[in-house]
């Protein structure tokens, strides 16, 4: 089958080849892979010097994304999925081992006992076939579009864990939102479906705070960087006297990061999602002085992806997602690492046949 892959730290990271289709173990199902999101991570760990947290050296990129099942395990119960059914991919579904410190505690979406995630340190989704734990398999309502079911299992279900669960915003607080990227409109609308009374958000792109406006942010709580001639974020809240209880950064840059030490009440809450700078600043004046919490939020819970799964298909979480092909992805991971895409790039398996000794061109090198 094709498929491409992350070579950590390799000169030529990013590399389409020809593998043979996986074979699922016992407890495993295989998906043919019908849609496939694009992250920024993606970015990021092609430009990483070396794998971190005992992931494998070279994978399979991409973890969010759908397929349809075509074979089962020998251990797969038959009345818990069939040949056909149509699943997402739960990144984090954990190894469940009873000598697991994170699974043992709950926190299996940080368990990274099985080489990482699935196109995070072990082979992912942008391939035709995933072979994946029965675990991680969840059935996608039928209203719901490959494209948009696709994005759930990280743009929609990390913010979703981050706001609910990690920052457990409440309807009385005043909160924002850095970074209005594939995340960050998802945050913005889990957070109103939480009835939040003030939400602020924040991203360097008009065209993100207008999709914000659009998704009901009054004009006054959305804040554009790169517009010199509105009042900044800070200035705002000084300005109108708010006490910001939280804020959730899905950008992860120096700026946004900063900000949010600056802007937050004593006691505030900052909760880092964004994976954007490799290090950020961290104001002890400001943070010990004013007794902030500052904590990560990574993925979700199995459960949080069922309730994000049902949240979209009634319509109350609706991710932003524009298609394309999976023929495109070197040129669609440049667009993101430039800002240029708006929401979240689904690609379609519309792989075109390779003949053997054909090399790819484009760059991005080729062992097909
Ligand atoms: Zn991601
Ligand atoms: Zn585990």
């Not at 050296?57 to 074979?71: M, P």
């Not at 667009?335 to 003949?355: F, T």
């Amino acid at each position: 089958m094709q498929a491409w892959k992350c070579y950590v730290g390799d000169i030529n990271p990013l590399r389409r080849v020809q593998v043979p289709i996986p074979t699922p173990n016992p407890e495993q199902v295989l998906l043919k892979v019908l849609a496939m999101g694009v992250c920024h991570t993606d970015c990021t760990l092609l430009a990483m010097k070396q794998p971190i947290h005992g992931m494998g050296a070279d994978f399979i990129l991409g973890h969010e994304g759908v397929g349809e099942i075509v074979q089962l395990g020998s251990e797969v119960s038959p009345t818990d999925f069939s040949i056909g059914d149509r699943v997402g991919v739960h990144l984090t579904a954990g190894c469940h081992r009873e000598t697991c410190l994170e699974c043992t505690r709950g926190l299996h979406n940080l368990c990274k006992s099985e080489g990482g995630h699935y196109g995070v340190g072990r082979d992912g989704l942008f391939a035709e076939y995933i072979a994946i734990h029965h675990r991680a398999a969840f059935h996608i309502p039928a209203n719901l579009d490959n494209a948009h079911a696709a994005v759930a299992a990280d743009a929609v279900v990390t913010a979703y864990h981050a706001v609910k669960t990690s920052a457990a915003v409440q309807p009385d607080q005043t909160i924002v939102i850095y970074g209005l990227g594939g995340l960050g409109l998802n945050a913005l609308q889990t957070a109103q479906h939480l009835g939040v009374k003030q939400i602020l958000v924040v991203d360097k792109r008009q065209s993100s705070t207008e999709a914000a406006i659009a998704l009901g942010v009054p004009r006054e709580n959305a804040f554009c960087t790169s517009d010199a001639s509105t009042p900044t974020l800070q200035e705002s809240i000084t300005s109108r006297n708010l006490a910001i209880d939280t804020c959730i950064d899905f950008a992860g840059h120096a700026d946004t990061v900063t900000s949010a030490q600056m802007v937050l009440r004593p006691g505030g809450t900052l909760v880092l999602v964004g994976l954007l700078a490799e290090t950020v600043p961290l104001l002890p004046l400001v943070s010990v002085v004013s007794g902030l919490t500052i904590k990560g939020s990574y993925n979700g819970s199995g459960q949080a992806y069922r309730e994000c799964l049902d949240l979209m298909a009634k319509g109350v979480l609706t991710p932003e997602v524009q298609v394309g092909s999976v023929e495109d992805l070197p040129d669609v991971l440049q667009r993101l690492d430039d800002g240029d895409i708006q929401g979240r790039m689904v690609l379609m398996p519309d792989w075109r046949a390779v003949h053997v000794g054909e090399r790819e061109s484009g760059g991005v090198g080729g062992e097909v």
